[in-house]
């Protein structure tokens, strides 16, 4: 399937989705509408809002203020989660003793950390990125983790046999098998940093889509809410773009589905 023909696929089923979704909330179907606007709004006052919004400018400060902690606890997240998940999987001992504590924590709801950070750090930008990164680290640990650990033996021993050091062996054998795990979780991971970001600012904040949906549901202005989800989902969309643009040019070696490199 080409490109244009997925793109087309994937354009039509959204479209799809908000003609129902007017349709429903808009025409009456056995004389009663199904989706209330008071409670689903339609999409054309959520277009109409997110239009007013980027045309007063008001969207940009907010969008500027997410993006700074989505991206900070991106980074650092993924950082810490590929250098502790190296560490561990060359390390069988440290992983053993530290096992049970990072499923421990791994276990802790991250909402309920929220208040901790904002207690601990205040109620500006590194709050949220605390709770961004608690969100990113462990997942990209976990598949970094597993992706050298799933490191061929047959290729460790050939390299061993030619008389690679430990690091020519952690830059040729290892780093490459678990770059495909990263990125799998680097896709997911940026989800989760903004998430993290939006859900700080929802629970104490003065700017960030997060306190612009959370104005919004205090005065019952559902347009708003699903406005600000829209623009969330789009900004998630853009950042994950540029982490397949980065894979594509680091995993260049990789075969396509169609065995072609």
Known sequence: MSRVTLLALQVLVAVVCLALWQLLSTVPVFGKI?????????PVDVFSQIVKWFSSGVIWKHLGITLVESLLAFVIGSAGGVLVGFWFARQPLVAA???PYVKMVNALPRVVLAPIFALWLGLGIWSKVALGVTLVFFIVFFNVYQGVKEVSRTVLDNGRMLGMSER?????????????????SLHTSVGFAVVGAVVGEYLGSAAGLGYLIQQAEGIFDVAGVFAGMFVLSAFVILIDFGV???????????PTVDGRG
């Open 97 to 99: 003793v530290f096992d």
């Open 244 to 254: 397949t643009l980065v894979e594509r040019r680091l995993l260049v070696w990789r």
């Open 168 to 184: 020519q062996l952690m830059r040729h054998v290892y780093w490459p098998s678990a770059l495909s795990w990263m990125f799998s």
């Open 34 to 42: 199904l989706l209330p606007p008071f409670f689903f709004s339609n």
